[in-house]
C-alpha cells in the first residue's frame, strides 16, 4: 500500500494557506472512472498527498472496488451515498459530495489533491465548480466510435477528455484514432487523451496532466471550468451559497 508522503522539498508538496484540489471524474457507467482514478493513486501516491471521495446512487462499491485494490490507506477512501441521480451529485445538489470532501481535507491535513468520482452518467454529466476545480470526462472505446463526435458538456467542456481502453478498439470493431480525432474537433482545442492500461506511456500522460493543474492550482492560475451556472451549496462551515448565474461566483478558498 503506497505511503502518503509530504516533504517541503518535494516539487507537489501541499501549499501552505492553499486548500488541496478538488479533481472531478465522470463519465458513462463502464468507463473506467474507477480504474483510471486507481491508476492515479498508484502514480501519484508517493508524490502528492491524496484523497478520494467516490458518490453513487445507493451503494459502496467504487469506494470499496478502490480499498480493495491498496491505493491509498483505506481511510482515505469515502464513499457517499447520495440517493439521487450522479449528475444532480455532482452538479444540482452538491453539498454531500461537498461536505464528504471537506471533511476529508480537515481529517488529513494537508491535502495535495481529492479526486471525486461521479457515479456512472450520461453524455452530460459536468461537475460544479462548487465541488470540483478541473474535471476529466471519460469515455471508452467500447462504447462506440461515434460517442466523441455526439459531443455534449462533459464531451465538449471538461478539462481534460479520456479515451479509454484503447487497446481493445480492434476487438469491438471501432477505430481508436479517428475517435479520438473526432473528440479533439469537438472540443475546440482542449486536451485529449487516448488511455489504455497496458500502455505506460498514455499512464504517465494522465499522471503529468494532473501534475501540471496541480501546479497551476497552487500557482493561483489554474480557473475552474463551469459549463454553466453554479449550484446552491452548503459548506461544513454551514455558510450556504446560492448563483444566479456563472459569473456571480465565490472564492471557494
Given at each position: 500500500?503506497?505511503?502518503?508522503?509530504?516533504?517541503?522539498t518535494?516539487?507537489?508538496?501541499?501549499?501552505?494557506g492553499?486548500?488541496?484540489?478538488?479533481?472531478?471524474?465522470?463519465?458513462?457507467?463502464?468507463?473506467g472512472?474507477?480504474?483510471?482514478?486507481?491508476?492515479?493513486?498508484?502514480?501519484?501516491?508517493?508524490?502528492?498527498?491524496?484523497?478520494?471521495?467516490?458518490?453513487?446512487i445507493?451503494?459502496?462499491?467504487?469506494?470499496?472496488?478502490?480499498?480493495?485494490?491498496?491505493?491509498?490507506?483505506?481511510?482515505?477512501?469515502?464513499?457517499?451515498?447520495?440517493?439521487?441521480?450522479?449528475?444532480?451529485?455532482i452538479?444540482?445538489?452538491?453539498?454531500?459530495?461537498l461536505?464528504?470532501?471537506?471533511?476529508?481535507?480537515?481529517?488529513?491535513?494537508?491535502?495535495?489533491?481529492?479526486?471525486?468520482?461521479?457515479?456512472?452518467?450520461?453524455?452530460?454529466?459536468?461537475?460544479?465548480?462548487?465541488?470540483?476545480?478541473?474535471?476529466?470526462?471519460?469515455?471508452?472505446?467500447?462504447?462506440?466510435?461515434?460517442?466523441?463526435?455526439?459531443?455534449?458538456?462533459?464531451?465538449?467542456?471538461?478539462?481534460?477528455?479520456?479515451?479509454?481502453?484503447?487497446?481493445?478498439?480492434?476487438?469491438?470493431?471501432?477505430?481508436?484514432?479517428?475517435?479520438?480525432?473526432?473528440?479533439?474537433?469537438?472540443?475546440?482545442?482542449?486536451?485529449?487523451?487516448?488511455?489504455?492500461?497496458?500502455?505506460?506511456?498514455?499512464?504517465?500522460?494522465?499522471?503529468?496532466?494532473?501534475?501540471?493543474?496541480?501546479?497551476?492550482?497552487?500557482?493561483?492560475?489554474?480557473?475552474?471550468?463551469?459549463?454553466?451556472?453554479?449550484?446552491p451549496?452548503?459548506h461544513?462551515?454551514?455558510?450556504?451559497?446560492?448563483?444566479e448565474?456563472?459569473?456571480?461566483?465565490h472564492?471557494?478558498?
Amino acid at each position: 500500500m503506497p505511503e502518503q508522503q509530504n516533504t517541503d522539498t518535494a516539487p507537489a508538496t501541499a501549499s501552505e494557506g492553499r486548500r488541496a484540489m478538488r479533481l472531478g471524474v465522470a463519465g458513462p457507467v463502464g468507463t473506467g472512472k474507477s480504474t483510471l482514478i486507481a491508476t492515479l493513486c498508484r502514480e501519484l501516491a508517493e508524490q502528492v498527498s491524496m484523497a478520494v471521495v467516490t458518490n453513487d446512487i445507493y451503494t459502496d462499491e467504487d469506494a470499496r472496488l478502490l480499498r480493495a485494490a491498496g491505493v491509498l490507506p483505506v481511510e482515505r477512501i469515502q464513499a457517499v451515498e447520495t440517493g439521487a441521480c450522479p449528475h444532480t451529485a455532482i452538479r444540482d445538489d452538491v453539498t454531500p459530495t461537498l461536505l464528504a470532501v471537506e471533511d476529508m481535507e480537515a481529517e488529513f491535513a494537508p491535502l495535495d489533491l481529492v479526486v471525486v468520482e461521479s457515479g456512472g452518467d450520461n453524455l452530460t454529466a459536468t461537475f460544479s465548480p462548487a465541488l470540483a476545480d478541473a474535471q476529466i470526462f471519460c469515455l471508452d472505446v467500447a462504447g462506440g466510435g461515434d460517442v466523441a463526435r455526439k459531443g455534449g458538456p462533459g464531451i465538449e467542456r471538461a478539462d481534460l477528455l479520456v479515451v479509454n481502453k484503447t487497446d481493445l478498439a480492434p476487438h469491438v470493431g471501432v477505430d481508436a484514432e479517428r475517435m479520438v480525432a473526432d473528440a479533439k474537433e469537438s472540443r475546440g482545442g482542449l486536451p485529449v487523451l487516448a488511455l489504455s492500461q497496458q500502455d505506460d506511456v498514455s499512464v504517465k500522460a494522465l499522471a503529468s496532466w494532473v501534475l501540471r493543474v496541480l501546479d497551476d492550482h497552487r500557482a493561483g492560475i489554474h480557473v475552474p471550468r463551469d459549463p454553466g451556472p453554479m449550484a446552491p451549496h452548503t459548506h461544513a462551515d454551514g455558510t450556504t451559497h446560492t448563483h444566479e448565474g456563472a459569473d456571480h461566483g465565490h472564492e471557494h478558498g
